[in-house]
C-alpha cells in the first residue's frame, strides 16, 4: 500500500499548489497576521491621555505635571478650568484620566505637611485605569522624594528574567506561532475530505480497495508537512524581523510541533465527518478557534481567569502547545521542564485521533 | 414590495434550513461573550509566587501571609525547593520567587535599611510590570504598618475615583464592545458568503432573470440578516446585563439607532464583498480579511489604538468598528448622550454613505 | 463462479424506509446490463451496495465471485465504478488522475503508463492527458472518467448514468465502446434515463419503490405490455405502479 500512500500525498500537494487561494491562504496569511499581530497585540498602557486641572499654578505644581510624561506614562493636556468639562472627555473617550492639583499644593508641600491630589478615572477600561493609577503613585513618590529626602527603609531589588526589556512582541510571537499553527491546520483538514465528498471524489476512492488507514494518512501528512512549514515560516518571520530572541532548542520545538499536530488534525478530521459542505466546516473551524484562542492564555494570563474558567482551559490543547512554545523559546525549557504539558498533549493526541479515525470509516463515509 | 418579501421569506427558509449553520450563528456570539467577558481578564489575580524565606521569624511570616492573603498572589502548586528554585519559573509553575534573606526581622524593628530580593518570569511584560508593582505597595504598605514609633514619612496623598466601574472588571470593557464585532460578523460577512453561494450555485442568475430588479433582490436578501444580526446584537446585550452587570446608564433608543446605522454600514462592505468574489471560499477570506481581522485588531476593542505604528493607526479611521467601539461604551457605561457622541456618529454615517454609494455601484454593475 | 453478479433478496432498510427491498438479480459474464428506474427508486442504494459501498441490511449474494456481505473489501480490487459526477480531481492533469488512481489500487508506474498507452489507443486520451481536468468538456471528462475505471482491469465495471449531460455524438461514440468492452468479456452493470441507450443493453431492469418491477431484453419487454416502444412501456409501467403503491 506504499504506492497508495505516496500518490495520495502527491495528489494532496499538486492540488494545493495549483490552487491559488489555496496558496495564499497557506503562506501569506501566516507573514500578514504575524506582522498585524506583532505590531498590534499589545496591550501595554502608554500615553495616557491625562487632564490637568491645576488649581495651583505654582512651579511644584507645572513640575508635577511634566514628570507624569516621563517613560511615555502619561500625556497630559492642560485644561481650561471648568470641572464639568471633565465627564465629556470620559464619554466620547478623548481622555482617560484626569489630575485635580488643589490652590494650596505647594503651599503644604513648603510646610512639609501631606497635601493631596485627586486622581479620577475612566474606570471603563480597568486594565489601564490600575496601571496608570500604579504609574501615578510611582510618580508622585519619586517627585515626593525630592522635597522629603526620605528614603523607606524596605524595598525590593527586582531581578526580571526572560524578558526584561519588556517587549511585548517577543511574548507575542511564539503565541501567534500556536495560534497560526492551530487555525490553519485545523481550517485545511476540517475542509479536506467535505470537498472531496462535494466534489464526488470520495465515493471514487471509496470503491477502490484503498484502506480506510491509509487514506486517513495520506490526506493528513500533507496537512502536517505544511503546518511544520508554517512554523518554519512564522519563526523565521518572527526572529528575523521581530528580532525576536530563540533562547532554547529548535528541535526540540520542532518535535513538540510534530507531537501537537496530531490533534489539530484529528478535531479538523472530525469537524470533516460531521459536515456536509465547506461552509458548515469553515464555520466549524472557526468556532473552534475563537474558542481555542480566546482560551489559551494568548492575550490575558490563564491566572486571571475566574477557577472554572481556568478548567474549561484545561480542554483546551493549544493552551498546553503555547505554554510550550513560549517557554522554550523565551526561558530555553528543556524536556523535563515540559513533562506535564507533553503528557496532556500525548494524551489529547491519541485520544482525539483515534476517535476521528474510529468516525471516518470507509462504509459510512 | 411584495417581492422583496419572497426573496425574504426564501432567505429565511434558507437559513432555517441550515441547522448546523444556524446554531454556529446564534452560539457563536454567545459563546464569544462568555469567553470575552470570562477569559479575556486583564485584572491580575493569582499570580503563583514562591516565597523562599531564610529569615524564619514572625515578622518574616507575617510578610508571607501578607502576600499570599492578597488577591493578587497565590502559592504554587509544587513545593519550593531552595537548591533550583529557578526550575520553577522555566516549568511555569510560579511566575515570581521572592526571597527574605536572613536579617530581615532585625532590620524592620530597627528602622535600618533591607532589601528584599525578587526574581519574576519577565515573558509576559505586562504581567511582570503588575506583580513588580504590587510587590512594591504591598511592601510599601508593610513597612508603613512596621515602622518604629515616633518615625513618620510625609508623603502626597492620592485620592483616587474610578468612574463607571468602580470595581474595575475587564468585562465592562471588552462585553460592549464585543457587540461590534459580531454585528460585523453576521452582517458582513454572512451576507457576502450567502451571495456568493447564489453566484456560484447559478440561483442568482435564476433570480435575474425574472422581473425583479437587483435592488430588490439586494434589499430581500439582506432583510433577514439584518434581522439576525439584530438579534445576535440583543442576545449579547442581555447577556452583559445578566451576566456581566454593564449598567446601561445611556438612551437605549440612541443605541439602537447608531446600532442600525453601523449594520447598514456592514452590509454595505458585505454586499461590496459578494460583488467582488464569485465563490464562497473566496468571499469568506476576503470578508475575515477586511472586516473581521480589523474589528478585532484596530478598533480599539482590545489592543489600545495609540500603541500602534503611525501606518496602522491611519488605517483604523477606516474600520467602522473603531467608532462603533466607542459610541457603545459611552453609551452602555458612561451614559454619554448625543451632544457627546456627535462627532462619532457623524463620522459613521459618512462612512456608511460612501460605502453604500461605492457598493450599490458596483453591485448593478457587476451583477446586473 | 457462474455469473458476474448474483444477488437474492438483497435489501436495504434506512430506520422503516426501505430503499431497496428484496431484489434479486443476476448479470452473466459479458453482459451489458441496464439498471432502470425513476429517480429516488433505490438504483444508487442498490449499486452502493453492490460496490461494496454500503452494506445490505438483508440477502446475499456475490459481485465477481466475492461475498457482498464478508467481502466488500474484495469486491472493490475487482470492479471499476464511474460515477454520474465524472468524480476527477480538477486541479490534476488527465496523467495526473490517471496515475493517482493507478496508485491508489496499488499499481506501480510501469504499469500504470503501459495501461494508459493502451488506454489512450482505446478511448482517444491523447488530447487530453496534458489538460487541467476542470477545463475539459463534459464529453472529454467523461472519457478520462471511464479511463479511471477500467485502469486495474476490472471484470465489471458499474456505470451511473454515465452520459448525462453529454451531446448525442459523444454518448454514441460511448456506447460503441461499451460494446467494444463487452466483446472482451468485460461485464457492464449502467444505470440511464436514456431509452435509447437502454435499447443497447442485452437486458434490463426496472425498479420502482425499492422493488425491481420488470426484467427482460428490451424488446421483450416492449412486446410483453403491448407498447409501441420503450418509452412509453417505461412510462405505462411507472403510472400503473404509482397509482397502486399510493
Not at chain 1, 465515493?203 to 493528513?220: C, D, F, H, N
Request: charged share 15%; with cysteine.
Amino acid at each position: 500500500m506504499r504506492q497508495a500512500l505516496f500518490g495520495l500525498i502527491r495528489k494532496e500537494f499538486i492540488q494545493v499548489f495549483r490552487d491559488r487561494n489555496m496558496l495564499r491562504l497557506i503562506f501569506l496569511m501566516p507573514i500578514i497576521q504575524l506582522l498585524l499581530f506583532g505590531y498590534v497585540v499589545n496591550i501595554d498602557v502608554k500615553d495616557i491621555d491625562l487632564d490637568v486641572y491645576d488649581f495651583d499654578r505654582s512651579s511644584e505644581s507645572r513640575e508635577l505635571v511634566q514628570a507624569t510624561s516621563a517613560n511615555n506614562y502619561f500625556t497630559p493636556h492642560d485644561t481650561v478650568i471648568a470641572l464639568r468639562n471633565l465627564e465629556d472627555n470620559f464619554q466620547n473617550s478623548s481622555s482617560d484620566m484626569a489630575i485635580i492639583i488643589p490652590h494650596d499644593f505647594s503651599e503644604k508641600l513648603m510646610r512639609k505637611e501631606s497635601p493631596t491630589i485627586a486622581l479620577i478615572s475612566d474606570g471603563s477600561n480597568a486594565n489601564s485605569t490600575a496601571i496608570g493609577t500604579g504609574y501615578m503613585a510611582q510618580i508622585v513618590q519619586s517627585f515626593t522624594k525630592g522635597y522629603y529626602w526620605v528614603e523607606p527603609p524596605l524595598k525590593i531589588r527586582f531581578d526580571v528574567l526572560y524578558n526584561p526589556e519588556a517587549e511585548s512582541v517577543y511574548y507575542m510571537v511564539p503565541g501567534i506561532v500556536a495560534t497560526l499553527l492551530t487555525m490553519i491546520t485545523v481550517m485545511l483538514t476540517s475542509m479536506a475530505i467535505v470537498r472531496e465528498r462535494e466534489v464526488g471524489t470520495l465515493e471514487q476512492l471509496l470503491v477502490t480497495p484503498i484502506k480506510g488507514r491509509v487514506l486517513l494518512i495520506g490526506k493528513l501528512i500533507p496537512f502536517a508537512i505544511l503546518g511544520l512549514l508554517e512554523i518554519v515560516i512564522a519563526l523565521t518571520a518572527g526572529v528575523l524581523w521581530f528580532q525576536v530572541p530563540f533562547v532554547g532548542s529548535p528541535i526540540l520545538l520542532f518535535a513538540l510541533a510534530g507531537l501537537y499536530l496530531i490533534t489539530p488534525l484529528g478535531i479538523g478530521l472530525f469537524f470533516s465527518n460531521v459536515t456536509s459542505t465547506q461552509q458548515q466546516a469553515m464555520f466549524f473551524a472557526w468556532f473552534f478557534s475563537v474558542f481555542a484562542i480566546l482560551t489559551s492564555g494568548f492575550f490575558t494570563p490563564i491566572s486571571n481567569m475566574p477557577m472554572w474558567m481556568q478548567y474549561i482551559t484545561y480542554l483546551n490543547p493549544m493552551r498546553y502547545f503555547m505554554e510550550i512554545v513560549r517557554a522554550i523559546m523565551m526561558k530555553g525549557a528543556t524536556l523535563p521542564d515540559l513533562t506535564f504539558q507533553v503528557g496532556v498533549l500525548i494524551f489529547y493526541g491519541i485520544s482525539i485521533f483515534s476517535l476521528s479515525a474510529l468516525r471516518f470509516s470507509k462504509r459510512t463515509a | 414590495m411584495r417581492k422583496i418579501k419572497f426573496i425574504a421569506t426564501k432567505e429565511f427558509y434558507h437559513i432555517l434550513r441550515d441547522p448546523k449553520s444556524l446554531a454556529i450563528a446564534i452560539a457563536m456570539p454567545i459563546m464569544m461573550t462568555f469567553l470575552y467577558g470570562y477569559a479575556i481578564n486583564l485584572d491580575i489575580e493569582h499570580v503563583t509566587i514562591g516565597i523562599i524565606d531564610y529569615d524564619k521569624t514572625a515578622e518574616s511570616k507575617e510578610l508571607t501571609d501578607a502576600f499570599y492573603e492578597s488577591s493578587y498572589f497565590s502559592r504554587p502548586e509544587v513545593e519550593v525547593l531552595d537548591s533550583d528554585a529557578e526550575a520553577l519559573l522555566r516549568s511555569s509553575h510560579a511566575i515570581g520567587l521572592l526571597y527574605i534573606r536572613p536579617g530581615f526581622s532585625d532590620a524592620l524593628l530597627n528602622g535600618r535599611q533591607f532589601e528584599l530580593g525578587m526574581t519574576i518570569d519577565g515573558s509576559d511584560n505586562n504581567l511582570s510590570a503588575a506583580v513588580l508593582n504590587y510587590s512594591n505597595g504591598l511592601v510599601f504598605q508593610f513597612m508603613l504598618d512596621h515602622l518604629p514609633h515616633g518615625v513618620e514619612i510625609p508623603k502626597v496623598d492620592i485620592a483616587t475615583q474610578n468612574l463607571y466601574n468602580p470595581d474595575l472588571k475587564s468585562s465592562h470593557f471588552f462585553v460592549p464592545g464585543l457587540v461590534a464585532l459580531i454585528l460585523m460578523m453576521i452582517s458582513a460577512m454572512l451576507t457576502s458568503i450567502t451571495i456568493a453561494r447564489e453566484k456560484e450555485t447559478g440561483t442568482m442568475e435564476q433570480l435575474l432573470t425574472a422581473p425583479v430588479s437587483p435592488r430588490q433582490i439586494l434589499l430581500g436578501k439582506i432583510l433577514p440578516y439584518i434581522f439576525l444580526a439584530l438579534l445576535d446584537g440583543f442576545l449579547v446585550l442581555v447577556v452583559a446585563k445578566l451576566f456581566f452587570g454593564i449598567p446601561f446608564a445611556g438612551s437605549q433608543l440612541l443605541l439602537f439607532a447608531f446600532g442600525l446605522i453601523y449594520v447598514a454600514t456592514a452590509l454595505a462592505l458585505g454586499i461590496l464583498i459578494s460583488s467582488l468574489t464569485k465563490t464562497q471560499q473566496v468571499a469568506m477570506m476576503l470578508a475575515q480579511m477586511t472586516t473581521l481581522l480589523p474589528s478585532v485588531m484596530l478598533s480599539g476593542f482590545i489592543f489600545p489604538i495609540k500603541n500602534m505604528p503611525l501606518l496602522l493607526q491611519l488605517i483604523s479611521n477606516i474600520v467602522p468598528a473603531r467608532f462603533f467601539v466607542v459610541i457603545i461604551r459611552g453609551i452602555t457605561l458612561k451614559g454619554a448622550g448625543l451632544e457627546i457622541l456627535a462627532a462619532q456618529g457623524l463620522y459613521l454615517i459618512i462612512l456608511m454613505a460612501v460605502l453604500m454609494l461605492v457598493a450599490a455601484k458596483k453591485f448593478s454593475t457587476r451583477i446586473a | 463462479m457462474s455469473h458476474a453478479v448474483e444477488i437474492n433478496k438483497l435489501s436495504r432498510h434506512f430506520g422503516s424506509f426501505k430503499a431497496v427491498d428484496e431484489i434479486s438479480l443476476t448479470v452473466s459474464h459479458g453482459e451489458i446490463f441496464g439498471f432502470l428506474g425513476a429517480n429516488g427508486a433505490g438504483k444508487t442504494t442498490a449499486i452502493r451496495m453492490l460496490c461494496g459501498l454500503l452494506l445490505p441490511t438483508g440477502g446475499n449474494g456475490t459481485v465477481a465471485g466475492c461475498d457482498i456481505m464478508k467481502e466488500p473489501e474484495k469486491i472493490k480490487t475487482k470492479i471499476g465504478y464511474m460515477s454520474q459526477k465524472f468524480s476527477l480531481y480538477g486541479e490534476l492533469t488527465g496523467r495526473e488522475n490517471i496515475n493517482f488512481y493507478g496508485s491508489v489500487y496499488g499499481m506501480n508506474k510501469r504499469e500504470i503508463s503501459s495501461r494508459i498507452d493502451e488506454l489512450t489507443e482505446k478511448l482517444q486520451l491523447q488530447d487530453l492527458l496534458h489538460r487541467q481536468s476542470h477545463s475539459l468538456p463534459v464529453g472529454w471528462r467523461q472519457r478520462l472518467a471511464l479511463a479511471v475505471a477500467l485502469l486495474h482491469q476490472p471484470k465489471i465495471i458499474f456505470l451511473d448514468e454515465p452520459t448525462g449531460g453529454v451531446d448525442p455524438i459523444f454518448r454514441r461514440k460511448f456506447w460503441s465502446t461499451l460494446y467494444d468492452l463487452g466483446e472482451e468479456g468485460i461485464t457492464i452493470f449502467v444505470t440511464t434515463h436514456y431509452m435509447d441507450e437502454a435499447e443497447y443493453c442485452g437486458r434490463i431492469s426496472i425498479m420502482h419503490q425499492g422493488k425491481i418491477v420488470e426484467m427482460g431484453k428490451p424488446f421483450d419487454l416492449v412486446a410483453r405490455h403491448k407498447a409501441e416502444n420503450l418509452e412509453q412501456m417505461f412510462i405505462g409501467l411507472i403510472n400503473e405502479r404509482g397509482s397502486s403503491g399510493a
